[in-house]
């Protein structure tokens, strides 16, 4: 059975008793959650932005500079770069399928990855979109934004601010990248906007109650929008390689601790209806990317010193780090209150706990 290359902050490939960093990561996938097969046909479409914001095409020894073949399309790095292969991945295809076979692959362990998409035009996300293991019953659909300067990459650190917060919770999510621009879209012709997925995690501070009127489409969430709050990565994998995004797990640990531990069957409304919703109030636009929501019964609070690592099948995943100047501290392991709560329809999440000192 194959694990995933550790490689600092990320695995994104499978390759035979891998260790790394001093740890064999292998032994912490349970054997049926490892990814499946993927085809031969596909295999090599896994995206990613390195160093400087190179465009990068992901092997299994390593990840090719991609900037020469992008370079009659653009010459921009980062976020640019990455939406013009989206555009014009047809007409690259034959390049990228010559180059993935004869090209010259950097060491994994030589590059830095950085976030596929840094900067979408949009972040959008799903709200209340899990039926918690089968205790909700799918509830009115509802969704947000966070801000466009939130994305951080592997081995990024999250900031948490000095407001007032309850708590600050991690939410593990499958991620969406759009690959086609549209509005008012048909559920039946979802997928035909779908580019890839990767992995992201909605870091979310739960403030002190107030007054609640219930808006399906709520614009920018303040607290969800600090800079920072947008981890992503560790690469953008296109759809033909997921057997079926609504059946994937998705697995979040703090310092090695498992936390979140959920399928994408138990979503409320499938990502062909969140597409759908979305759209009919917002413009998508090509890298723009939808978040697709989390299940409640894994979180649990994010505090200075805490590295945190998602991961889903087919995916990889990354690390990151968490910082608070202020060194709040709160209980570990998972918020039970606001899993109750949750999963009881009892009250929103973080409304219970507050900072232990």
Same mark, same amino acid.
């Given at each position: 059975m194959k694990g995933f290359v550790v490689c600092n902050r990320y695995y994104i490939y499978p390759i035979?008793?891998?260790? =790394?960093? =001093?740890?064999?990561?292998?032994?912490?996938?349970?054997?049926?959650?490892?990814?499946?097969?993927?085809?031969?046909?596909?295999?090599?479409?896994? /995206?990613?932005?390195?160093?400087?914001?190179?465009?990068?095409?992901?092997?299994?020894?390593?990840v090719i500079d991609l900037s020469k073949i992008i370079q009659p399309i653009t010459s921009e790095t980062g976020q640019k770069a990455m939406e013009a292969i989206i555009s014009n991945s047809k007409n690259l295809k034959s390049e990228l399928e010559h180059i993935e076979k004869s090209g010259n692959a950097l060491s994994i362990s030589n590059v830095s990855l950085l976030a596929p998409l840094p900067q979408p035009n949009k972040i959008f996300c799903m709200g209340g979109n899990y039926t918690e293991f089968g205790h909700r019953e799918p509830g009115p659909m509802w969704g947000f934004q966070k801000s466009n300067n939130t994305v951080i990459g592997p081995g990024g650190t999250v900031n948490l601010p000095p407001e007032d917060a309850n708590i600050f919770h991690h939410e593990a999510e499958l991620v969406l990248v759009f690959g086609r621009a549209g509005k008012n879209i048909n559920e039946e012709e979802a /997928?035909?906007?779908? /580019?890839?997925?990767?992995?992201?995690?909605?870091?979310?501070?739960?403030?002190?109650? =107030?007054?609640?009127k219930f808006q399906p489409w709520r614009g920018i969430s303040e607290h969800k929008s600090y800079p920072t709050f947008a981890p992503m990565g560790p690469a953008l994998v296109t759809k033909d390689e997921i057997t079926d995004p609504q059946n994937v797990q998705i697995r979040l640990t703090v310092d090695g601790q498992l936390r979140g531990n959920f399928n994408t069957s138990d979503m409320a409304h499938s990502i062909a209806k969140s597409i759908a919703f979305v759209s009919q109030f917002e413009n998508i636009n090509i890298g723009d990317v939808l978040y697709t929501g989390t299940n409640h019964q894994?979180?649990?609070?994010?505090?200075?010193?805490?590295?945190?690592?998602?991961?889903?099948?087919?995916? =990889?995943?990354?690390? /990151?780090?968490?910082?608070?100047s202020l060194k709040r501290r709160w209980e570990k392991g998972i918020d039970e209150e606001t899993a109750e709560d949750i999963r009881e329809g009892t009250g929103g999440p973080g409304r219970r706990k507050r900072p232990i000192s």
């Amino acid at each position: 059975m194959k694990g995933f290359v550790v490689c600092n902050r990320y695995y994104i490939y499978p390759i035979i008793n891998c260790q =790394g960093e =001093g740890r064999e990561f292998e032994s912490r996938l349970p054997l049926q959650n490892l990814p499946r097969k993927i085809s031969k046909e596909s295999e090599n479409m896994k /995206f990613v932005l390195f160093n400087n914001g190179t465009p990068g095409l992901l092997r299994t020894d390593g990840v090719i500079d991609l900037s020469k073949i992008i370079q009659p399309i653009t010459s921009e790095t980062g976020q640019k770069a990455m939406e013009a292969i989206i555009s014009n991945s047809k007409n690259l295809k034959s390049e990228l399928e010559h180059i993935e076979k004869s090209g010259n692959a950097l060491s994994i362990s030589n590059v830095s990855l950085l976030a596929p998409l840094p900067q979408p035009n949009k972040i959008f996300c799903m709200g209340g979109n899990y039926t918690e293991f089968g205790h909700r019953e799918p509830g009115p659909m509802w969704g947000f934004q966070k801000s466009n300067n939130t994305v951080i990459g592997p081995g990024g650190t999250v900031n948490l601010p000095p407001e007032d917060a309850n708590i600050f919770h991690h939410e593990a999510e499958l991620v969406l990248v759009f690959g086609r621009a549209g509005k008012n879209i048909n559920e039946e012709e979802a /997928f035909d906007y779908v /580019f890839g997925y990767t992995c992201g995690v909605d870091v979310s501070a739960r403030m002190l109650g =107030g007054s609640f009127k219930f808006q399906p489409w709520r614009g920018i969430s303040e607290h969800k929008s600090y800079p920072t709050f947008a981890p992503m990565g560790p690469a953008l994998v296109t759809k033909d390689e997921i057997t079926d995004p609504q059946n994937v797990q998705i697995r979040l640990t703090v310092d090695g601790q498992l936390r979140g531990n959920f399928n994408t069957s138990d979503m409320a409304h499938s990502i062909a209806k969140s597409i759908a919703f979305v759209s009919q109030f917002e413009n998508i636009n090509i890298g723009d990317v939808l978040y697709t929501g989390t299940n409640h019964q894994g979180l649990g609070a994010m505090q200075d010193g805490d590295n945190i690592n998602i991961e889903i099948d087919q995916l =990889g995943g990354f690390s /990151f780090n968490v910082k608070d100047s202020l060194k709040r501290r709160w209980e570990k392991g998972i918020d039970e209150e606001t899993a109750e709560d949750i999963r009881e329809g009892t009250g929103g999440p973080g409304r219970r706990k507050r900072p232990i000192s």
